[in-house]
């Protein structure tokens, strides 16, 4: 007997916003690749995160910041997800982030991540 998993972006968006990293990890396969551009690793040499070892170290990194999250203009179907997350620091830092899922099984298999965040 077999599990069909679908992949529940309302759920996903709500860890976001919680700040629930081991929601979200739950979500991942375990070879699942997460890339991050920005402006520290930029597009020709990204970040790349290859197993829900190394994506729970980066969720857990995030969720743990004193920053809220506000997920918005989400997008999906039974191959992917997009949405955006809008991110506010206490002292006033905006960070924005947009990102694209490609779903595997109902999982995520792979993931892509742009964001930017407010000059000091």
Known sequence: MST???????RFARAAEERDAATQLS?????ATVTVADK???PSAPRVLHNRGEIKAWLEDTYGRDMTHSVQHRVSD????????????PDG???LCATVIELDGGVIAGQTVVQVWDEK
């Open 93 to 95: 830092t905006n960070v």
């Open 40 to 42: 520290i690793a930029q």
């Open 27 to 31: 979500m991942y396969s375990p070879d």
């Open 78 to 89: 039974d191959t992917g997800a997009a949405y955006t997350v809008a991110c506010h620091y």
């Open 4 to 10: 069909i998993t679908t992949f529940d972006l309302d």
